[in-house]
Nanobody, 115 residues
């Protein structure tokens, strides 16, 4: 059974930075794409960034230029570097991996941007 485990969430001040990690126990290589989603209180879950095996990484308009998603195949880990954080970035961030009939999710990690 595949497990996706996010870490790195916490409280950060506006304008600050945070790095989220997602460790994938089954290995990244089996998936066609890995992604970060987020869900703020009272809102629907939304895509933040998606990394495809082929092609460029896709970012939501609200995070372009501030967030950077990447993978480390040796570590089987997906990262989300978040810079210039804003209060509206406050949400639970989820890791997602899909492909070959799988669509796997992590449990989420809370990021709170507040002074």
């Amino acid at each position: 059974q595949v497990h996706l485990v996010e870490s790195g969430g916490g409280l950060v001040q506006p304008g600050g930075s945070r790095v989220l990690s997602c460790a994938i126990s089954g290995g990244i290589g089996r998936y066609n794409a890995v992604a970060w989603y987020r869900q703020a209180p009272g809102k629907q879950r939304e895509l933040v960034a998606m990394i495809f095996n082929t092609g460029p990484t896709h970012y939501a308009d609200g995070v372009k230029g501030r967030f950077t998603a990447s993978t480390d195949s040796d570590l089987n880990t997906v990262f989300l570097q978040m810079d210039s954080l804003k209060p509206e970035d406050t949400a639970v961030y989820y890791c997602n991996a899909r492909g070959d009939g799988s669509n796997d999710w992590g449990q989420g990690t809370q990021v709170t941007v507040s002074s």
